[in-house]
Each structure stands twice: as structure tokens, then as C-alpha cells.
């Protein structure tokens, strides 16, 4: 039997140069004569070891990261076919502590096996949920939702069963299931990585939900900022297809259903729900004034089940094992686990599974092990453009949906961006109006103008002009944007601002730019 | 400026009426169209609003609300940079200002840049690995000065 060899194809991986290192080693095999058969992968998420190579032997796969097309020869001289040692080797890849102190429901496949095999998907458990609710039925397979505690994990934190069971109750011909997987968040990639690593998973998710709502159609909307997931998660439907997880009769229920990928166009609003439905329709991506909820009337009007990809992922563990085994993980109200994302200026970044509850420092310290820079941490910024900004006090804050709101931040989808101590905060402040006003979908007024205003206003309050009254008039801006904004994006823009205003005002006190300061 | 190329108006028709019945169609056909003709020329947005049966406008504020769409074409490379808050806490902004500094491109200007366009994007996922970039769709990691001098002396070479 040939070696089997697995080479990670998640488009991480590949930026850092897997493609190489795959044909490299593809290359020195046949001129050695050896028989060895690469798989391809998506990525275990320990992102500053791509690209990690791993090999099976009889006591586990054994790992080796990061790798360069030229350490090929020196591997096969190693005897890394047989798990020998390596400057680069990493011993079993399951014993590594960052991947072993992980609580991995969702990403429990991810990195291990083949994303396109949907043999392999199979073989390591999958649709053993989708099984099971078929068996339960469309009620009862609500009702274990409603039960798990699962919360929207793109950010608003709405009880996913709670939305399943009023699009369940709602009549009509015609429902919709459809995934938003516009990732957006700068920090956040466990969408990306699943569709490219483990996409059948989310198709299964897909799937529980429509038969328990009665659905038959199911879009996914992916960023074209993704075109490698795309392309990826596109020939997994065909194979789903073809494997009868979608079609005619989901595995033999007699429940149709399709879905279709759809590529997004450059439109941070597009991760807003309605907007995501007006976009699907083949609009602007504009926000719709709610209500009606998309649970009632979503997309060309008719009920709608609308998830992020980690919402609909975690719902095979939670048919298979029961609500209640999914809800005894996580803390209060922020139940199950949650896949975070640590990014930025960090030494050891990558995908971090556990149960709510954990401290941004056990995630950025413990984890992270500091920035790469060697610098000392200023600010972590949680949860995307639209989160908080914490300073080294506040870092013991627990990651869980009330904790953050209670530190005046939020979750969001579970992004973490580490600064070093070189960063400026007013800047930070500056570039989250900027944005808001760049992805601003227009309808209303507090986040159209007011994001534009608050960008003028900070350049003052940076070039020294009239500084005090300034910041006050920046606090009314915030709060006409939180209390006035038709969604979370003028809604939100605020927390970043705020945050860097509250914990970092010094950087609004520095002596100006002279440039800026004639 | 480059000589606009004249569009292939029977193609154009062609990709949109494939799709046309599609249900929410504008985005999967304006994807095609760009992907065909590298831009979404005047000519195929009054088709497309023909075929969809929607106003002129209509289907101009479609194109228009999205960052993807372009409107005229652009020559040689595309390299999508991206200046979101990971790749600005790993040094973006310096990399956009080397850009300019040493090579006179300006991200989304499409005047400047010989055979390479540079546009700004907003994450595209790569966040452990920042600062992140995308090469006519082939994802970069950990860019730096000298990965950047190497994009801008290869587009070059390829244009003369």
C-alpha cells in the first residue's frame, strides 16, 4: 500500500505556498521510486504552520509545518513516509496542544479529510444528524434546536430554533433556506475554512433545517472575495447531488431539495441579512425595514430560514447527540461552542474551537502566545469592524454573547485582531466611520451621513482643532448612529469608535500632525 | 488610455440569456458578463434590462452598488490588497505606501500601475496569515515589500 500524504488546499494554506510544496513532493516520490498518494485537504487552523503536511503512520498522522517546496528531498532522506524526524517535525498532529485543548464540534472533520469525498465525509461520521432528524421528524427536530441553546453565530445571537419553528409554522408553497456566508469581518475566516474543508457539513446542516421547515431551495451567498471557496463548495453540491444529500428525495425521505451557490459582489452589506435577500433577488444589497421578519416574508417574499454557515454547521452535532448534550457546553446564555478566528498581529493565529467562556487573554496569550511583532499587546479588537476595541485591562473579559455586551463590545462571528503598541487609536477610530461610510448601503441618513461626518470629525480632533468639542459632538454622532441606524452597520459603527475614545484617549490628545496642524 | 475594445454584442446576449430565467438572475449574469469581457459595458446593462424587463436605472443602480463591477476595462493584472483592520495591525498601509512611493500605483486609481491594477478590498479571510492579497485570484500570504516589487516588476514585464 502507497503512503498516504495529506497537503491542505484551503486557500490559506495555498497563499503561503501548499501547491508547491504538494507537487514537490509529488516530483521527489517518483524519482525516488516511491509510491505515495497525496490527499487534499482543507486546513486543521493552525494557520503559522502552513504549509503543514501531514503523514498517516500506524500511531496517527505525524505532521510537518511549515513547509517549502525545497525541504522535499531533505524529508524523503528523513524517512517522513514512515513519521521519522525532521527539523520540522511536529510528532502527532492530534497531541499538538494548541489543537488538543480545542472543543472541536463544528471543525471536528475540517483538515482531515478529503472536502470532496463524499465517501470520506461518510466514513468520519457525517449525516448522522441529518439521519437522525429524519427519523425525529420536522417537529422534533426544532425542538432539539430550540433545546441545544444554538444562538446566530454571525453575530446578532438570535436563537436559531426559535427562528426555525416560526418559519415551520408559517404556511405557504414556497419556503427558502439560504446561508449567508458573506464573511465580511476583517479577523474571520471559520466560514471560508468550512466550505473549503468540510463543505458536505454545511450542505447536511442545509438540509436538517429544510426538511424540519419545510424548505426545498436553499441558497448559499459566498463573498467574491472567496473565489477558491466558491469553487470548492460548488463541486461539493454536485457531488451532494450525486451522493442523494440533495435532489429529489434527501437520502431516501422523499423530501426534495437543491441548492445553489451564489457569488456576492464586493458589498460588505450583503452580510445583513435582508440585504443578503435583496441581493439574491437581484437588487442592491439594501436593508430592509424589519418587519416583516425573513422568518415571515424573506426572499421573492416568501419564508425563509436565513443562517450563517456555523449556525447551520453546528446543527448535525446537535441532532446526533441531542440538544440538551449541546447545551451542557458554553456558559448562561451562550451555550454550545464557538469557533474563533485570532488574527492580526499575532504569533500563533488561527481557528480556535471551545465552549463560550474563555478569556481574550487565554485566546491571545495562551494561544496566540503574544503578537508577532515581539511587541507588547495594545488592543484587541473582538468581533469585527463593527466591535469593540480592548485595552490590556479589559482582557479577562470572557468571550460570550453578555460578557461582551456587558463590556460594551460584542461576539460578532468570533473575530479576534491583536495591535502591538505601535498602533494609533484615533486612527482605528478614523477607519471605522471610513468604512462604514464606504460599505454604507445608503437607506438611511445616520449611517449615509453620519459615517462621513464622523470620518471629518475625527481628522479634526487629530489635527487639534477644537478638540473638546469635538469629541463631545463625536459622542452625539455615536449616539444618533446606535439609536437612529436602520441595522447593525451605522447601528454598530459606534462600539469601535467609543471603544477607542473610552480606553485609548490618549491618542486623540497627541500633538497634531504637523502637516495638518497649519 | 487604452482603446476601449469593442464588445462582442451577440455574446453578450448569448451569457444573458442563459441565465435570464434564473430567479434573482442580475448578479449571475453581470458575474458572467465581467468574467467574459473583464468590464460591464454600457451597451450590456441596457441589455440585461431589456431581458430582466426591469428600467435602464434600474439596472444601472444594480452595477453600480457593487464594488465588483467595473466599468471600463482594466489591462494586465489584478492584484486585490487587502487594508482591513488584520492586515492594517500587520502593516498594509506601509505596504499601500511603498506601493506608491516606489512604484507610483495607487490602489483604485486605474490611471497609474503599468499591467497592474490595484484594488483595495476589505478582508478576504487570510486573516492569521495577513497582510493578505489576491493575484487575479490566486490568494497571497504574509505580503511584503519585496513579494509586492516582484508582482509590480512581473505585471510590467508582461505588458511590454
Not at chain 1, 296 to 318: D, H, Q, R
Not at chain 1, 329 to 348: D, E, F
Not at chain 1, 355 to 371: K, M, N, S, W
Not at chain 1, 449 to 468: C, F, L, M, N, P
Request: aromatic share 6%; with cysteine.
Amino acid at each position: 500500500m502507497s503512503a498516504r500524504v495529506f497537503v491542505p488546499s484551503d486557500s490559506a494554506a495555498l497563499s503561503v505556498g501548499a501547491d508547491a510544496v504538494a507537487s514537490a513532493l509529488a516530483q521527489e516520490a517518483r524519482v525516488r521510486g516511491l509510491e505515495i498518494s497525496i490527499v487534499r485537504t482543507g486546513s486543521r487552523g493552525l494557520f503559522w504552520l502552513e504549509p503543514l503536511v501531514e503523514v498517516e503512520t500506524p500511531e496517527g498522522r505525524a505532521g510537518y509545518g511549515p513547509l517549502a517546496a525545497e525541504d522535499a528531498a531533505l524529508l524523503f532522506d528523513a524517512g517522513f513516509l514512515a513519521g521519522g524526524g525532521h527539523p520540522k517535525a511536529l510528532g502527532r498532529i492530534e497531541d499538538i496542544p494548541y489543537l488538543a485543548r480545542q472543543q472541536r464540534l463544528v471543525f471536528a472533520r475540517c483538515g482531515v479529510t478529503d472536502p470532496l469525498s463524499f465517501d470520506d465525509y461518510r466514513r468520519h461520521g457525517g449525516l448522522a444528524g441529518l439521519t437522525r432528524a429524519l427519523t425525529l421528524g420536522p417537529e422534533a427536530t426544532v425542538e432539539e434546536v430550540v433545546a441545544s441553546g444554538l444562538r446566530g453565530r454571525g453575530g446578532a445571537g438570535f436563537p436559531t430554533g426559535v427562528k426555525w419553528r416560526t418559519v415551520a409554522g408559517t404556511q405557504a408553497e414556497q419556503k427558502y433556506v439560504v446561508c449567508n456566508a458573506d464573511e465580511g469581518d476583517s479577523g474571520t475566516f471559520a466560514d471560508r475554512m468550512l466550505m473549503e474543508g468540510d463543505p458536505f457539513l454545511l450542505i447536511e446542516g442545509m438540509a436538517i433545517a429544510a426538511v424540519a421547515v419545510g424548505a426545498t431551495m436553499g441558497y448559499v451567498y459566498i463573498r467574491s472575495e472567496y473565489p477558491h471557496a466558491f469553487d470548492v463548495f460548488s463541486r461539493a453540491i454536485d457531488r451532494a447531488r450525486a451522493g442523494g444529500l440533495l435532489g429529489a428525495s434527501v437520502l431516501g425521505s422523499g423530501h426534495p431539495l437543491d441548492v445553489e451557490a451564489r457569488l456576492g459582489a464586493g458589498a460588505y452589506i450583503c452580510g445583513e441579512e435582508t440585504s443578503l435577500l435583496d441581493s439574491l433577488e437581484g437588487k442592491r444589497g439594501q436593508v430592509r425595514a424589519k418587519p416583516p421578519l425573513p422568518a415571515i416574508s424573506g426572499l421573492f417574499g416568501k419564508p425563509t430560514v436565513i443562517n450563517n454557515v456555523l449556525s447551520f454547521a453546528s446543527t448535525p452535532w446537535v441532532l446526533e447527540h441531542g440538544g440538551r448534550a449541546y447545551a451542557e457546553y458554553g456558559v448562561g446564555r451562550s451555550l454550545g461552542s464557538q469557533p474563533l478566528q485570532l488574527a492580526g498581529n499575532i504569533r500563533y493565529g488561527g481557528l480556535i474551537e471551545l465552549a463560550f467562556g474563555p478569556t481574550i487573554r487565554e485566546l491571545v496569550e495562551g494561544y496566540g502566545g503574544g503578537t508577532r511583532s515581539g511587541r507588547p499587546i495594545r488592543a484587541v479588537q473582538v468581533g469585527g469592524p463593527l466591535g469593540a476595541y480592548f485595552p490590556q485591562s479589559l482582557l479577562d473579559t470572557p468571550l460570550d454573547y453578555e460578557s461582551m455586551l456587558a463590556a460594551k463590545g460584542m461576539l460578532g462571528h468570533g473575530g479576534i485582531v491583536v495591535f502591538d503598541d505601535t498602533v494609533d487609536m484615533a486612527r482605528q477610530a478614523r477607519f471605522a466611520f471610513h468604512f462604514c461610510a464606504k460599505e454604507s448601503c445608503g437607506k438611511c441618513t445616520p449611517c449615509r451621513i453620519g459615517s462621513i461626518r464622523g470620518v471629518e470629525t475625527v481628522d479634526k480632533i487629530i489635527a487639534g482643532r477644537d478638540r473638546q468639542k469635538n469629541v463631545e459632538l463625536l459622542r452625539d454622532l455615536c449616539e444618533v448612529m446606535t439609536d437612529g441606524s436602520l441595522c447593525a452597520l451605522g447601528g454598530l459603527t459606534p462600539l469601535p469608535v467609543l471603544s477607542a475614545l473610552d480606553h485609548f484617549s490618549e491618542d486623540f490628545a497627541k500633538a497634531p500632525p504637523r502637516a495638518a496642524a497649519e | 488610455m487604452a482603446a476601449r475594445p469593442a464588445l462582442d454584442i451577440e455574446l453578450a446576449r448569448e451569457l444573458i440569456d442563459r441565465r435570464r430565467s434564473t430567479p434573482g438572475a442580475a448578479l449571475p449574469i453581470l458575474h458572467d458578463l465581467q468574467h467574459q469581457f473583464g468590464y460591464i459595458d454600457d451597451a450590456a446593462v441596457a441589455l440585461l434590462a431589456e431581458a430582466l424587463n426591469i428600467s435602464k436605472a434600474e439596472a444601472v443602480g444594480v452595477v453600480s452598488f457593487y464594488h465588483d463591477f467595473r466599468r471600463s476595462p482594466v489591462v494586465g493584472r489584478v492584484l486585490k490588497m487587502c487594508r482591513a483592520e488584520s492586515c492594517q495591525a500587520m502593516g498594509c498601509e506601509e505596504l499601500v505606501a511603498h506601493l506608491e512611493s516606489r512604484h507610483g500605483i495607487v490602489p483604485d486609481d486605474p490611471k497609474t500601475g503599468a499591467g497592474l491594477h490595484v484594488e483595495t478590498v476589505y478582508c478576504l479571510g487570510n486573516c492569521a496569515l495577513s497582510p493578505a492579497a489576491l493575484l487575479d485570484g490566486a490568494p497571497i500570504g504574509r505580503l511584503d515589500r519585496d513579494r509586492l516589487d516582484a508582482i509590480v516588476a512581473g505585471a510590467k514585464g508582461q505588458t511590454q
